[in-house]
């Protein structure tokens, strides 16, 4: 591990200084070998879904690991798209004037070496290692052992790119051992690790958060949620609510809590309510939904802080917006939230007030991505308030140092 | 401790919903009512002047601690500036359609609680307090013992202010005791304080560093270098070397190393030492350097990572840029680093290659300042890469969530 970070280290000076066009050529480079490697990519995934069955994997685990052929499309059109993205490093903002003469400005420059510590999705593999180089820092992958076989077949794709474009391979690193020491290792070397991302279930994230050494970008869980205003167009809530929790249940954006306003919701819940139970999806309500929905199970204290990852959602109905928010900002979890609402001034208000690293009106919370953001993909979601918040795209995986210009300048 | 935590907490909901108007209120109140209590201040201040006399404060630590009218101006210009700079709070960037139809944008929200731990300087105080303000931010400030006299003089003024604009007076905390255990429970409770800012000596700042369980925005040291090129136009030089080393002895921003091309260091060094030696800075040379100036104290290896903060200055002859480079990313601090050239490939070179939190062509590096850039003031520097470098002002007090607008927007 310290062998893997300090030449992690040395390449990050390399890729830190590569031009922009070389960058690119690695990129597209892979995305071409992940195009003709479809057949050896499946086949390595399948092992691990067959190992991942027997090993009794949970569905939303197993979901999380297929790699499906358009998700190999999607990998392949990241690494197009971020590609063709402007290369964040070196750029310069705000450079200006100021009263003593002096010309400031503000360069965009690499953080270094990320550590990407995540579970089954192979997929992330590409997403992360693409994102990291091409805002010219390392990658040192150490993805979960139910995904080894896959992760090792697209780190070939890798680093063929690499070599093609001629970038030392040990810009990207994946980490060939499953020992869990490794990861432990990994986080407390901040001499060759700077940032770490945990991408994964609450537990390892937790746990990392915990150990790490180093800055580590993360959000816990996703606890999204989806509050159906009294002015809302019904039309639309429908939609929204529908889409936000059974377009996919393991995903970190999934709606885990519906909250309705009370004036409408004798009139939506029972809508919606058939939706669901066409779907599969149970519903666990406060009093008054059970009240409405008659065979609806009642939510405990717990169902309000849970993410479920499974076709089960907690539904509340509120007085009104206000109760609304201060549910969300207690028992959510700061990732995504949703007003659906006609009203012009409850809305600026929803944005501003809920405490979220994204917040919406009138869209489903499963927009909350790097990809549908337009990031090119996402190294993660953050939560917290430090240096990113929300999808972390290039812009996340870089700093910017101050710049100044002058003639002989001194001061006075 | 944990009171004032809740308390700040409390006031910061409120703070980061107050109106820009109802800031600038305070903040300019404040302004006017320092203006008014000059008196006041100075015989605090000469009573801190007194006591750190008595306790045998080295003269730097003194300098920190004086408030003389200059840094009274200072201070007071410093609130008006940042009354009106603008408001970052719920400012909203790159607002845009994506091709989903969806758009996006992403908006300003302050970080919550900002602890600051600080020694000597009590013009800090202000400083601190009116920047966390004005990013809608409540501020926990702990000022050194040494200076409990003037901070408690202006925290009045602070207080008063805030009384005047309506605003909580727990929006801005100055810790009353001087017992060092209430920094360990400062810097240990992120249910509280989201983030630490120390600003003093470097065993401090290491200190905080290590026990804190919050993210700190720091600078250990200022170990700052000026190199003068080959090409550079030695009237710029001599100006620039003598400005970086003897405007202020005790700054962080002050140069600590001088580095000099060898085909000038025999025409430009003895003239600079003249002026040196007129302004009794001690010279440190390597083994050219002495050969070239025959009455220079030779230095030590440990003289290229010593932050002197005296009339002292480490002087080192280097064959061209790269080995200038080398030993500033090797010896520096990261913190600000200047060139002095008139040659453009080097110029660019020198901006991209030195890793630090200010890199400079043609500059002193005594612009390094928050003040100097036109960020109102500062609240410190970082030279860390992760959420800011540099100078930190308004903007790396706050924080950008994602907002997102649709019109019944699901994802397919």
Chains 1, 2 share one sequence.
């Not at 071409?32 to 057949?39: F, T």
């Not at 392949?76 to 402007?86: C, K, N, S, T």
């Not at 990861?183 to 700077?194: F, H, K, S």
């Not at 405490?355 to 919370?365: G, L, Q």
């Amino acid at each position: 591990m310290q062998r893997l970070g300090q030449q992690a280290r040395e390449a990050a000076t390399n890729v830190a200084r590569a031009e922009s066009g070389i960058k690119n050529n690695a990129l597209l480079a892979t995305a071409e070998i992940l195009d003709a490697s479809r057949a050896e990519l499946v086949q390595a995934n399948r092992q691990d879904l067959g190992n991942g069955k027997a090993n009794g994997l949970t569905d939303a685990m197993l979901d999380r690991l297929e790699l499906t052929p358009d998700r190999i499309d999607t990998m392949i059109e990241g690494l197009r798209q971020v590609a063709a993205l402007p290369d964040p490093v070196g750029s310069i903002d705000n450079m200006r004037y100021v009263p003593s003469g002096i010309q400031i400005g503000q360069m965009r420059v690499p953080l270094g070496v990320i550590g990407i510590i995540y579970e089954s999705r192979p997929n992330v593999t590409v997403e992360a290692a693409s994102l990291c180089l091409k805002s010219g820092n390392a990658t040192i992958l150490r993805g979960g052992s139910e995904a080894i076989h896959s992760n090792r077949a697209i780190a070939r794709c890798l680093q063929d790119g690499l070599r093609t474009a001629g970038l030392p391979l040990e810009a990207v690193q994946v980490v060939e051992t499953t020992d869990r020491a490794a990861v432990g290792e990994m986080i407390t070397m901040p001499e060759y690790v700077d940032v770490i991302v945990p991408r994964g279930g609450k537990g390892l994230i937790e746990r990392i958060s915990r150990d790490a050494r180093v800055t580590v970008i993360k959000h816990l869980d996703g606890i999204c949620h989806v509050y159906i205003d009294e002015k809302a167009d019904l039309a639309k809530a429908e939609a929204i609510a529908v889409n936000a929790k059974t377009h996919r249940y393991g995903t970190c954006n999934t709606m885990e809590t519906l909250l309705v306003h009370s004036g409408i919701a004798g009139e939506i819940l029972p809508k919606l309510a058939d939706v669901y139970g066409e779907k599969g999806v149970e519903l666990r309500g406060c009093e008054k939904t059970c009240s409405i929905l008659s065979q609806t199970v009642p939510a405990t204290e717990e169902d309000w802080s849970t993410e479920y990852l499974a076709p089960v959602l907690a539904v509340k109905v509120v007085e009104d917006m206000d109760e609304a928010i201060r549910h969300i900002n207690r028992y959510g979890s700061h990732h995504t939230d949703a007003i659906v609402t006609e009203d012009y001034t409850l809305s600026r208000r929803f944005l501003r007030e809920v405490d979220s690293s994204s917040v919406m009106v009138n869209a489903s919370t499963r927009f909350a991505d790097g990809f549908e953001y337009g990031l090119g993909a996402e190294i993660g979601i953050s939560t917290d308030k430090i240096h990113a918040r929300g999808p972390v795209g290039l812009e996340g995986l870089t700093s910017q140092k101050y710049i100044v210009l002058g003639d002989g300048h001194i001061r006075t």
